[in-house]
């Protein structure tokens, strides 16, 4: 195991002092010695007699229990007890996970830190420090030592008027017992059922009850109030077709370009009186564990499934400017900007009162995409976002390069689909009874502007577009995004990355090694930490050097387990590697080596076999020798490295090719090949409910992408797609001519790869892809021209 805490702050030790006085491990100018700071390590324990037993219970040496140890040496403690000591209060074990002679040698290998310059510890500053850092390190199973005392019932007691810092971060003070449960409904602008009223969006806040004027951290998420999977299994779309022809044009972006909708000012409500509470309460919700390890910070949890949830008014419309406004009405009412009221009959006015006026978004997947949309509307209070696996350009979700593209694992789903998935007004018969013909009305609408016959951007896509609209962000960003993430894929974040370096906000980047997934529970990184200490900085305006302490980019390294690396960039292109495909072999300088085919077609029982089973494809496509595949692709492979490569950007092909149809596509693997124990692509559960949010609250499970317990030959890096029809953007129509060539040029999904030395680096060439195009199957040929072929690789010196 190895840990890695990026949010630990330096400070002097007189500041160390103070916090310690703080949180009341040291009386003001009273010395305290190590068995002092013991006994306040047992907050369970309310008796002199239980916390000895637990002293009792810790090993000091090889010969001796902690207080025997402690008998005889009170005032000054070795430097190897003390960590002995540590190591066994962070929940690790002797012989299991360390050897009691020596415990260095197991903090060092685990990155575990300690204070390495003294030989002892007395009643000194010394010791001070030592605790103080102690207290800041993450546990075996996750927490900072800090913030498993709190679980224990540290801070159970501390008074609940002020926030309580420690470390430049916040303490979990507040208690589950206390926390408000209230609804309201927030009046948008927008009228999406087209009733003549302005919607109103049904909130559910969770706070903990104070005199302090708290932030809000506001998940918006569609999935909020339920999802209905069964409409959405009926909505989905067949995918067993062939791709169309198109009819050539001459279409500018211009031609396309979304210009706004006609706007239509929805009447509003005129309030009646106004409320001090909120009438409505609820008991359950789908929380994000991330929200509730800050609710017990002192940091509100905000949550809102937009217009077509589940008590709210209007219909889903999936990524449509009316959504993201809807979701930017929330932020605009925790700003004390926009009107809320307690129920939607009687015109009650309620205010958010107990918000400070700051508010964060978080989430993952739509939600995090909806950070991202309403950040783009430059709403005041929203002072940052932290978006995980967010997608940027929603037609590269459902499309890419003029073909219909399913995200990974969802064939047959589009905007459509979705929009009935989150529609769950539909849970409520006698509400939806008074929507349904609208809403099908407007889904026929959406199936028809989607366009899934010929898979073009349009006007449809480009109004869910968010990239043209990035340079209106004024919040700081804090991006996730997991590199082999197929759903979500790593274009949305690095396009968005590209976008916010030209603006004057804080930018941060993390990038994981796990696919579509949350990584607040991961063992290996310490990112609740970092960030409550950014949230800390943001909406508590506490000066805690979170902008310089906490890296631009950190790349989890996709060679080693639990390794995490700074970076100050991504995608900046310093050096690019060249190769070109002959007869089987990538090579690094052009050989004319003349022309090869492949075909489209797959007798019905293979293509069968593909369609049905999902995830065969991916894993045969890309062996080196398959039988079954030997027609359907152009394979390609380098020597083995001599020396390792670090791959850094964007991954592209230059390929001319001619198809024997009039229409036709293109696919593109890069692939890693060699025998290596890769990391997980889904996270193992180290310990179940490991994790405690705070004192007597939620837990949640530990979990951590480790390597492979065996050995895999090859792993893909990136892919691509390109209808043949698209060669130069995807809402203009190229003429193909069957049997005459044509350049087609693409970037493929970017990357931070490390190709360790000994590895090959593959190339793919096929056409159906049947994990993301349509599955035609279709009689087509294609032949290459190697002379004009070359793949460019990124590379990191």
């Avoid at 195991?1 to 491990?25: R, V």
């Avoid at 029809?725 to 693409?746: G, H, I, M, S, T």
Wanted: proline fraction near 4%; charged fraction near 25%.
């Amino acid at each position: 195991m190895k840990f890695n805490q990026f949010a630990l702050c330096q400070l002097t030790i007189d500041e160390k002092i103070s916090e310690l006085e703080t949180i009341g491990f040291l009386a003001h100018n009273q010395k305290s010695n190590f068995r002092n700071f013991l006994e306040k390590s047992f907050p369970e324990c309310t008796s002199p007699t239980s916390k000895l037993e637990k002293i009792k219970s810790l090993q000091a040496n090889k010969s001796q229990d902690l207080d025997e140890y402690l008998k005889e040496n009170n005032e000054e403690v070795d430097t190897r007890v003390f960590y002995n000591v540590a190591l066994q209060l962070l929940g690790f074990l002797d012989i299991v996970d360390f050897q009691m002679d020596e415990p260095f040698a197991f903090m060092e290998e685990a990155n575990i830190p300690f204070a390495d310059n003294h030989t002892s510890f007395g009643s000194s500053v010394e010791l001070y420090d030592a605790w103080h850092l102690l207290l800041c390190t993450h546990n075996k199973f996750g927490l900072a030592f800090v913030d498993y005392l709190a679980s224990k019932g540290y801070f159970k007691d501390f008074p609940k008027d002020k926030f309580l810092l420690f470390n430049g971060r916040t303490l979990p003070i507040f208690t589950s017992s206390d926390f408000v449960r209230e609804v309201v409904y927030v009046e948008t602008d927008v009228d999406t059922d087209k009733n003549g009223l302005a919607d109103l969006v049904r909130v559910e806040i969770i706070r903990p009850q104070t005199s302090l004027k708290i932030p809000a951290l506001f998940t918006a998420s569609p999935y909020h109030q339920g999802i209905n999977p069964e409409a959405n299994d009926r909505k989905l779309h067949e995918y067993k077709l062939e791709i169309k022809e198109k009819e050539p044009n001459e279409l500018t972006y211009e031609d396309i370009r979304f210009e706004g909708k006609e706007e239509v000012l929805a009447e509003k409500r005129v309030p009646t009186s106004k409320a001090d509470t909120a009438e409505e309460s609820f008991s359950h919700e789908q929380a994000y564990t991330f929200n509730d390890f800050m609710l017990t910070r002192g940091f509100a949890s905000v949550y809102a499934a937009g217009v077509g949830g589940l008590g709210s008014e209007g219909i889903m419309t999936c990524a449509s400017v009316e959504q993201t406004l809807s979701m930017k009405a929330v932020v605009e009412w925790l700003a004390g900007n926009r009107r809320a009221f307690t129920n939607k009959t009687d015109n009650i006015e309620i205010t958010a009162d107990w918000c400070n006026g700051k508010v964060a978004m978080t989430g993952k997947s739509y939600l995090g995409t909806l950070a991202t949309a309403v950040a783009t509307t430059g709403v005041k209070g929203l002072e940052t976002i932290i978006s995980e696996a967010a997608i940027s350009n929603w037609y590269q979700y459902y499309r890419d390069n003029g073909l219909v593209i399913a995200p990974g694992g969802f064939p047959g789903e589009d905007a459509d689909v979705l929009a009935e998935l989150t529609l769950s007004r539909m849970i409520s018969a006698g509400d939806y009874l008074h929507i349904k013909d609208f809403f099908d009305k407007e889904q026929a609408k959406m199936a028809l502007e989607q366009d899934r016959e010929f898979g073009n951007y349009n006007t449809f896509w480009d109004e869910r577009n968010y990239l043209p609209h990035i340079k209106d962000i004024k919040a700081d960003v804090i991006m996730v995004h997991g590199l082999i993430d197929w759903n979500v894929k790593p274009r949305h974040v690095e396009q968005l990355w590209q976008e916010l370096k030209k603006l004057d906000v804080t930018k941060k980047i993390i990038l994981h090694q796990g696919q579509h997934i949350y990584i607040n529970n991961n063992r290996s990184l310490d990112f609740s930490d970092m960030m409550n200490l950014w949230l800390t900085h943001k909406l508590l305006k506490v000066e805690n050097g979170a902008k310089v302490l906490l890296p631009d980019v950190l790349w989890q390294d996709n060679t080693v387990s639990e390794t995490w690396v700074p970076f100050s960039d991504w995608s900046i292109n310093q050096d690019r590697m060249t190769l070109y495909p002959v007869r089987e072999k990538l090579v690094s300088l052009p050989i004319d080596s003349g022309e090869l085919s492949f075909k489209d077609y797959l007798p019905e029982d293979i293509s069968q076999e593909y369609s049905k089973a999902q995830g065969l494809f991916d894993k045969e496509i890309q062996q080196i020798e398959n039988e079954k595949l030997k027609d359907n692709r152009l394979f390609f492979v380098t020597e083995e490295l001599t020396e390792e490569v670090l791959l850094d950007g964007v991954p592209s092909v230059k390929i001319r090719v001619k198809s024997t149809s009039n229409k036709g596509l293109i696919s593109v693997r890069l692939v890693d090949y060699g025998d290596a124990k890769r990391l997980d692509e889904v996270p193992r559960t180290l310990k179940a409910q490991a994790i405690d949010a705070g004192y007597l609250y939620k837990r949640d499970d530990l979990k951590e992408l480790l390597s492979t317990s065996k050995e895999t030959s090859e792993k893909m890096i990136s892919i691509g797609h390109i209808n043949l029809q698209n060669r130069d953007n995807p809402w203009k129509n190229d003429e193909l001519k069957p049997d005459d060539y044509v350049a087609v040029e693409f970037d493929l999904q970017p990357t931070i790869y490390r190709l360790p030395k000994g590895h090959k680096i593959g190339l793919i060439i096929y056409a159906t892809d049947y994990d993301y195009t349509l599955q035609g199957n279709e009689k087509i040929g294609y032949k290459i021209d190697l002379s004009q072929t070359k793949l460019v690789l990124p590379i990191r010196e």
